[in-house]
């Protein structure tokens, strides 16, 4: 039987899609990647905001065509949609056949069987599974979705920030970290595959060690990873300003191998939106964060996000959060428009914004940063930079790949010519000569491999 997964989400939802593959594997179904040839689909949502509901609903819709014209025997739906709908999902999607929660993804394989066996012998079976998401055990043997290169480390789960406009906390519980030992021998296996990148991540990262050891561990985690691997580059993502300690700046100074590189989501800087939001921390909080780090690590990346069009948000707040961006000139930032999510705080806030008002907002603050990117990439023409080859075009004769500055999925690429091919996970100096929009332009020094 041929089994296929769509995988929706952030990174963290991969990783759980990746654990799954390998248990469906493991039970003896082979995996395809053509939705078209497979017996059972496998679908993990994302339920996060409204936009992100949508494309797991069109991905369901889209799959369902393949039952009714194609071979398709059953479609199995997992993830935060499932568990956040668990009780209506069934009854508004008649052509799911199998719904498990976020807890219960070692139970593929049993929904698996639970669909087609039964099936087989005639009946018109239904399965669910919501076990208890904050006794799950966490983590487990993967097969990779990345390319073998690169790797992502989810060292806990849930989130204790409950931020007002966020729904995670209902959907994946309470925050939960990995023991750190579990963590490290994950970290090795990863390194003898191959992964030369490793993405450390979590609903917050900064937050790690807290429930286990009772104090933040996030910088003896990092040290520990690269006592015990020789993986080059080590990239922190989803760290809260508010828990950005001195031993987590010196770590990232100190260490060669863990990038100058950090996602520091803020949302917004009028204190008045902060606390509506139900953020930790302050302005003052937030500028001292981010002054320490610039200090003490010079040449460090700072990615951030925000929200604009949050319940009561004025024109006066969303001017100050435009200086701000001005002023702070962030290297990387995204920007969101408000989603009002049921089950969170801020749903029921008075004072909701127009949805055009927002997506003017988010288009103002979105022109502000991409003048600073353009200024940012300006400055890095003729330098020389080292790039991590993810493959070739053959169209255009370009490798591409990313630099230390650059997340895999969410930050710009760095397009390349050089004498020969080289190989994708190979390091290689690029010399830079043209910028296009958030993309750089350059010519390898060398085509040696290292």
């Given at each position: 039987?041929?089994?296929?997964?769509?995988?929706?989400?952030c990174?963290?939802?991969?990783?759980?899609t990746?654990?799954?593959l390998?248990?469906?594997?493991a039970?003896?179904?082979?995996?395809t990647?053509e939705?078209?040839?497979?017996?059972?689909?496998?679908?993990?949502?994302?339920g996060f905001?409204e936009s992100?509901?949508?494309?797991?609903?069109?991905?369901?819709?889209?799959?369902?065509?393949?039952?009714?014209?194609?071979?398709?025997?059953?479609i199995?739906?997992?993830?935060?949609?499932?568990?956040?709908?668990r009780?209506?999902?069934l009854?508004?999607?008649p052509e799911?056949?199998?719904?498990?929660?976020?807890?219960?993804?070692?139970?593929i394989?049993e929904?698996?069987e639970?669909v087609t066996v039964?099936?087989?012998?005639?009946?018109?079976?239904?399965?669910?599974?919501?076990?208890?998401?904050?006794?799950?055990?966490?983590?487990?043997?993967?097969?990779?979705?990345?390319?073998?290169?690169?790797?992502?480390l989810?060292?806990?789960?849930?989130?204790?920030?409950?931020?007002?406009?966020?729904a995670?906390p209902?959907?994946?519980?309470?925050?939960?970290?990995?023991?750190?030992?579990?963590l490290?021998?994950?970290?090795k296996?990863?390194?003898?595959?191959?992964v030369?990148?490793?993405?450390?991540?979590?609903?917050?990262?900064?937050?790690?060690?807290?429930?286990?050891?009772?104090?933040?561990?996030?910088?003896?985690?990092?040290?520990k990873?690269t006592?015990?691997?020789?993986?080059?580059?080590?990239?922190?993502?989803?760290?809260?300003?508010?828990?950005?300690?001195?031993?987590?700046v010196?770590?990232m100074r100190?260490?060669?191998?863990?990038?100058?590189?950090?996602d520091?989501?803020?949302?917004?800087?009028?204190?008045r939106?902060?606390?509506?939001?139900?953020?930790h921390?302050?302005k003052?909080?937030?500028?001292?964060?981010?002054?320490?780090l610039r200090?003490?690590?010079p040449?460090?990346?700072?990615r951030?996000?925000?929200?604009?069009?949050?319940?009561?948000e004025?024109?006066?707040?969303?001017?100050e959060?435009?200086?701000?961006?001005?002023?702070?000139?962030?290297?990387r930032?995204?920007?969101?428009?408000?989603?009002?999510?049921?089950?969170?705080?801020?749903?029921?806030?008075?004072?909701?914004?127009?949805e055009?008002?927002k997506?003017?907002?988010?288009?103002?603050?979105?022109?502000?940063q991409?003048?600073?990117?353009?200024?940012n990439?300006?400055?890095?023409?003729d330098?020389?930079?080292?790039?991590?080859?993810e493959d070739?075009?053959?169209?255009?004769e370009?490798h591409f790949?990313?630099s230390?500055?650059?997340a895999?999925e969410?930050?710009?690429?760095?397009?390349?010519?050089?004498?020969?091919r080289?190989?994708p996970?190979?390091?290689?100096?690029?010399?830079?000569?043209?910028?296009?929009d958030?993309?750089?332009?350059?010519r390898?020094?060398?085509s040696?491999?290292?």
């Amino acid at each position: 039987m041929k089994v296929g997964f769509v995988s929706l989400g952030c990174p963290k939802n991969q990783l759980d899609t990746e654990v799954m593959l390998h248990e469906v594997a493991a039970a003896g179904y082979e995996i395809t990647p053509e939705e078209t040839e497979a017996d059972v689909v496998i679908i993990n949502t994302c339920g996060f905001i409204e936009s992100a509901k949508k494309e797991s609903i069109d991905n369901i819709l889209d799959i369902a065509w393949l039952k009714k014209h194609r071979s398709l025997k059953a479609i199995v739906v997992t993830g935060c949609l499932a568990e956040r709908y668990r009780e209506s999902i069934l009854d508004e999607l008649p052509e799911v056949d199998a719904v498990l929660g976020v807890g219960s993804i070692h139970n593929i394989v049993e929904a698996i069987e639970a669909v087609t066996v039964k099936k087989k012998k005639g009946s018109k079976c239904k399965y669910t599974s919501f076990e208890d998401k904050e006794t799950v055990r966490l983590g487990g043997d993967r097969i990779l979705t990345t390319a073998d290169y690169t790797a992502y480390l989810k060292i806990a789960e849930g989130c204790d920030n409950r931020c007002a406009y966020c729904a995670i906390p209902a959907i994946r519980g309470k925050f939960r970290s990995r023991p750190m030992e579990e963590l490290i021998a994950e970290a090795k296996q990863l390194e003898a595959l191959g992964v030369r990148e490793l993405n450390i991540v979590a609903q917050d990262i900064t937050r790690y060690g807290l429930d286990l050891y009772g104090e933040y561990r996030l910088a003896d985690l990092l040290h520990k990873i690269t006592e015990a691997t020789e993986i080059p580059w080590i990239r922190l993502l989803y760290c809260y300003p508010d828990k950005i300690t001195d031993e987590l700046v010196a770590e990232m100074r100190d260490n060669d191998r863990i990038l100058k590189y950090i996602d520091l989501p803020i949302q917004h800087i009028s204190d008045r939106m902060l606390k509506a939001m139900n953020r930790h921390g302050d302005k003052k909080m937030i500028c001292d964060v981010i002054a320490k780090l610039r200090r003490e690590i010079p040449d460090i990346v700072i990615r951030t996000t925000f929200i604009v069009g949050f319940p009561g948000e004025t024109e006066e707040d969303f001017e100050e959060l435009c200086e701000f961006v001005k002023e702070t000139k962030f290297d990387r930032a995204g920007v969101f428009t408000y989603s009002r999510e049921e089950d969170t705080a801020a749903y029921d806030y008075p004072d909701q914004i127009d949805e055009q008002i927002k997506q003017d907002r988010m288009d103002l603050l979105m022109r502000e940063q991409l003048e600073i990117n353009e200024a940012n990439n300006q400055k890095m023409l003729d330098k020389i930079i080292t790039v991590l080859c993810e493959d070739y075009d053959p169209v255009s004769e370009v490798h591409f790949g990313r630099s230390a500055a650059d997340a895999p999925e969410i930050d710009g690429k760095i397009y390349f010519r050089a004498e020969g091919r080289i190989a994708p996970g190979s390091f290689v100096k690029v010399r830079i000569r043209e910028v296009v929009d958030y993309d750089l332009i350059g010519r390898a020094l060398t085509s040696n491999n290292n």
